[in-house]
């Protein structure tokens, strides 16, 4: 997978250890959590309610808690470990000069290239009556 990073507004010195903090990077709004000496980066919502995740835990075990519904996510993988099927997105993290960066997918070219301007709306194609997306 190809994945563009982007600066966020956290810096590590801005996380707390074990709490989800809630950042922009790109345009997106991702979850950081700070466990040892390991950053993750993972959706802002849960994947079943859409509850925000910041607004959980993280459990004895180092697994996300969501606030709403108490199920329980591996921040590393995104793996729901409580047991209700979903699967929590997460990106990829790097650290450059105490400044974290987190990937977003990219694109492939041909699909960038059916997008609007603003990189996120779908169009209708030319060649039929579906709408992309």
Avoid: Q
Avoid at 31 to 40: A, N, T, V
Avoid at 105 to 126: F, Y
């Amino acid at each position: 997978m190809l994945y563009t990073f982007h600066k966020t507004t956290a810096t590590l010195a801005s996380l707390a250890e074990n709490k989800p903090t809630e950042t922009t990077t790109g345009a997106k709004k991702v979850c950081l959590l700070k466990r040892g000496d390991k950053i993750f980066a993972f959706a802002a919502l849960c994947p079943h309610s859409g509850a925000p995740m910041c607004d959980g835990w993280v459990d004895p075990l180092g697994r996300v808690v969501c606030p709403l519904h108490k199920y329980r996510f591996d921040p590393a993988n995104g793996r729901n470990t409580s047991g209700e099927g979903y699967k929590m997105t997460t990106f990829p993290v790097e650290i450059k000069n105490d400044e974290i960066y987190v990937g977003l997918l990219s694109l492939p070219t041909a699909e960038n290239e059916r997008l609007n301007t603003d990189g996120n709306t779908p169009h209708k194609d030319d060649d039929d009556d579906i709408d992309r997306w």
